[in-house]
């Protein structure tokens, strides 16, 4: 088994729906962590592709000098979705009570998952669905920083160091057959986690974990 069922566990047991149910139209990383991942995607995605945005909000960091044939996105809020210009389609949905996507088989050429794979209790069926919707030779980029939900964010996120987050992740990918070696991407702030505390900021650090179908 991946994670224990105390490494699933949350410090806000409630239904996520809850939580999530008044739009927070913010960014929860900062620019120099939105300039990182518009590059990343601006490097990796294709344009005139087919995109998943899962757990999604107002905004999807996608290039404006791109275009895709399709977005879909996926979140817990509708309202935030609704304001996502980028979106060509969403659905609202929680995936830790229901992972199953209603997405067609080999649908998408990349899923992307932005500073939200902490909250996810089930990456194993997650993961899964994430292979079962990509087409053969389609990529995941699941990114983050050390933000969180505290009180969501599952406690194998939550009692890990940055490194042992990266590695998890890494290990959600090696679950599931079909995927590539994952690639990691890493650019770490320059202020020590202590000062940090203090609001010296040195920018969010980047990381992002990147897999591709590898079969048929």
Sequence with gaps: MLLNPNQREKLDPSNDALFYEHP???THVDEGFIQQLTDLYRDRLKPNSRIFDMMSSWVS??????????VEGHGLNGAELARNSRLDHYFVQNLNL????PLPDRSFDAVLNTVSVQ??????AIFS???RVLRPGGMAIISF????????????WREGTERDRVELVKNYFKAIPG???????VKESQTPAVFQL???????????????????
Excluded: C, W
């Design 119 to 124: 909250y996810v209790q089930y990456p194993e």
């Design 145 to 156: 920083s050390n933000r969180m939900f505290y009180q969501k964010a599952i406690a194998a």
């Design 179 to 185: 995927f590539s070696q994952p690639e990691v991407i």
């Design 98 to 101: 229901d992972p199953k996507l």
């Design 24 to 26: 927070r139209f913010v």
């Design 61 to 70: 960091h996608l290039p404006d000098d791109v275009k895709f044939e399709h």
């Design 198 to 216: 203090f609001g010296m900021s040195g920018g969010d650090p980047f990381y992002a974990v990147i897999a591709t179908r590898i079969d048929s």
């Design 129 to 131: 669905e994430i292979h």
